[in-house]
C-alpha cells in the first residue's frame, strides 16, 4: 500500500497572496502537487492533507482549496491544523462521509490493508495542539479496536521536538504516560505529522514519528544569542511525501520535490566513448 501525505498547503482566497509574497503562489505549487501525485505509477491508494489547509479558515479559502482538489484523483482525507476552521472545513467537505458532524474531526479509515486513524490535534486559536483526555480516550478505544491490523497515526502537530525551541514551543503536548500507550500498540507502524514546514523524525512510542515537508514555503531556522529564530522563506520547490507500506510492520518514508517541467534539468546520460577508451558525458532531453 503506497499512502501519499501533503501538508500545511496554507490556501488563501483567489486573489490574494500567502505571507503577504506574492512569490510564495501557493496555489500554483499545490496544483504542481496535485497533478504529479495524479501521474505517479503506481498511484498511491490515499492522500492525507494532515492540516493547515488553509491559511485563514474562512469560507473563500476553502472554496479555493476545494477547486483545487477537485482533480485529484486519489482518495483524499483531510484533517484540520492550527490555521484552520472545524466548522468551515466540514462545511467545504460534507461530501466526505467520514468527517464527523460535530465535535473533534478524527476518524478511523478500514478500508487498506493498513488502518488509517486520523487525530484532531488543534486548540483554537492556539499555534500548539494538544491531545486532551477526551482525544486519548477516543484513541485509546479505536486502537483496541483491532491490536493486529498495521495502523498508521496521522495528525497536525508533531509530537516530537526537534532541537528547535521555536518549534518546540508550537508542538503537539500530550498527557503523562501518551508515549506508553503508543508503545503498548506494536501494530502502530507510524505516526505522521506536519506544521513545522521542514521535515524530520525520530521514534516516540517506539514507533517512528515522520513530520513532512510543506507544500507552501518552508522555514529557515538558525541559532543566535543562545535562542531560535526565522531565517527566511526558502521558495524551493514544492514536496510531498509517500509512505509505502511494505508488509508486516515495515514503512518506509520518501519526500520528493516537485518541479515545472520547464525547470527540469537534462538527465546526464553516460556513454562510453570506444574511441578514447573512457565514459563521456552526453547529455539528453529528460527529466
Sequence with gaps: MIIA????????????????????????????????????????????????????????????????LESLSIPLYIIPGNHDSREEMRIAFQHKNYIPQEGFIQYVIDDYPVRLIALDTVVPNETWGILCKERVGWLKRTLQEKREKPTLIFMHHPLIEVDHEVVDYVKCFAPDGFEDLIQSFPNIIGIVAGHNHRSSMTLFGGTLCFVAPSVAPQFHLFKKDGGDHWSAIDLAHPSFTLH?????????????????????????????????????????AGH
Excluded at 59 to 67: D, F, P, S, W
Excluded at 255 to 282: C, M, N, W, Y
Design 244 to 284: 509505502k507500506w511494505m508488509g508486516g510492520f515495515r514503512l518506509i518514508s520518501e519526500v520528493f520535490q516537485v518541479v515545472k517541467p520547464e525547470e527540469r534539468f537534462a538527465r546526464k546520460k553516460i556513454e562510453l566513448d570506444k574511441a578514447e577508451g573512457h565514459p563521456s558525458l552526453k547529455y539528453t
Design 5 to 68: 501525505q501533503i501538508t500545511d498547503t496554507h490556501i488563501v482566497p483567489k486573489g490574494q497572496v500567502w505571507n503577504s509574497l506574492s512569490q510564495t503562489q501557493v496555489e500554483n505549487r499545490l496544483k504542481l502537487i496535485v497533478d504529479n501525485l495524479n501521474m505517479l505509477n503506481p498511484k498511491p491508494d490515499a492522500v492525507l492533507l494532515t492540516g493547515d489547509t488553509v491559511d485563514e479558515g474562512g469560507t473563500e479559502a476553502y472554496t479555493h482549496l476545494k477547486e483545487i
